[in-house]
């Protein structure tokens, strides 16, 4: 299984990936003028507090001892202490109910997005790597607004009034402090190159392994019955150790990083000791001012450090975003006209005139075809495998677009009916029901609330589907699980054909709908087709035969061009690919 990136998410530098991401911000500005507002004020009290701490010193070096100095500049330590927590609580929850809010907004257009992509598009993408992005990825979005913008600008801001109070309270101490800090910015810069790089990978391994968990947990009775086991497992290891490896680099990169701060955070507090030592022995610095001046370096370090951890966090959201904008730019949706219209209603009528239409350049699966189906007549498509019956269904949804010719409904070509309004009036009936976990009910209405429970039981009982539903102990409360495997492959379908009604469509589809039925469900279900075909238009593919035998035309085709139009009857009479199709069928096999 390989997961290529695309130029789109490689291409993208971190001032374009930002520039998006404050896109997503600027709807709570507000929010985060508040919180800058409240973390510029904690800035401010805790520069405070080494000063006053060092003050607390300073009351045992003065001639005359004052308790009540001491108390004094405690308790403004305390409270200033007390202060900048009860701020810092208000910033968080600001902060993290902003943050929520934001990647709430960038899960619904990745959604959004996701549900208007074409069925190319979505074949083409693992649905684990999707996943991925749309939980995974966001997550570490979020990170970066609640934790890193806020934070690393109070980090920025602290370190910068740490250095300007110490240039204040002692030039040339403060000075060698200060010689270290072109050291960090390096090592700072080497760690950001790195670690970026590094973070790419863990994100696109993750996603692998998601897409491979996705796909291998839903194929795992496939997995059993040809006893796959060992071979998936291997499989497995293969994608887990490449995870494992990402991960490990980008422990070993902060294991290099983050032990030459503290080196340096030692080095900087041996300068302070030594050198402020030396001068308060020659009577030229207090001690007082040296305590304080070890406090403001183990405050300078402090966020020095968690700088280090902000650029982790940072990688890893500039890494996900990047992977989150690949995916919204990667824009393969069927397009609409400026002037498409909204139809009312439509009757059904479907045209192909000289359609040729191919999945792949130089492979044709049809061949200028043409046909004509009046408003409530039954067509059904033979042929071969691969002749083109499914892609001619295809077509007339907008699953795929034509290369040339024309598909009209109602005499309007399908490109100038926007695809809500054309979807609205076509009803899909395929060979592999999907069903969604919930109820009978919510999968046969998709939740929708204004349906009654009178239409819902009317629907189900025109196609049959109540006479196992009324049986059921909860009945249209009945649980389906996943991919509704708690229902036969047969109950699966008639719920479908009660899904399709009840939403009244004047274009029915049928894609090998009646295919792997056993006997019983099969004649309920002819009898609900039956009784469909009067309600609007009919398509169908079948391979049996007998399930098409009633249908006013039948179409043959044969390597994507059509050989032959007509009635059962008619095409038999005819002798040609029909009649051997039917002939094969159903002619008595020797004892």
Known sequence: MEYKDSKVERSMSDITIIKRLVKYAKPYKVSFIITFALMIFA??????????????????????????????????????TAVASITSYFQQIILQKTGQNIVYDIRKEIFTHMEYQSIKYLNNQPTGVLVSRITNDTNTVSEMYTSVLVNMSRDLLTVIGIIAAMLYLNLKLASLVIIVIPILLVSSYLFRRVSRSIYRKVRKNVAIVNAFLSEHLSGMKIVQIFNQEAEKFDEFLKVNKKLRRSHLQQILAFAFYRPT?????ITSISIVILFGGYQVIDGLMTIALVITFKTYVDNLFQPIQMLAEQFNILQSALASSERIF????????????????DLDSIKGEIEFKNVWFKYIEDEWILKDVSFKINPKESFAFV????????????????????QRGQILIDGIDIKKIRLHSLRKYIGVMLQDVFMFSGTIKSNITLKDDTISNEELVEAATYVNANQF??????????EVTERGLNFSQGQRQLLSFARTLLHKPSVMILDEATANIDTETEQLIQDSLSKMMSIGTMLIVAHRLSTIQYVDKIVVLHKGEIVEIGSHQELLKNKGMYYSLYQIQYKERPV
Do not use: C
């Not at 919204?328 to 498409?340: F, G, K, M, T, V």
């Open 43 to 80: 800035v401010g009290i805790q520069l405070l507090q080494p000063y006053i701490f060092g003050e607390v010193f300073g009351v045992f070096e003065k001639p005359t001892f004052e308790m009540k100095t001491l108390f004094m500049y405690l308790g403004l330590y305390f409270s200033i």
């Open 261 to 265: 701060i503290y080196l340096l955070h």
């Open 326 to 341: 690949g995916i919204l730019d990667d824009n393969q949706s069927i397009s609409e006209e400026p002037d498409a219209l």
């Open 383 to 402: 042929g071969a495998t691969g002749a083109g019956k499914t892609t001619i269904l295809k077509l007339i949804t907008r699953d795929w677009d034509i």
């Open 469 to 478: 539903i009324e049986k059921l102990p909860m009945k249209y409360n009945e």
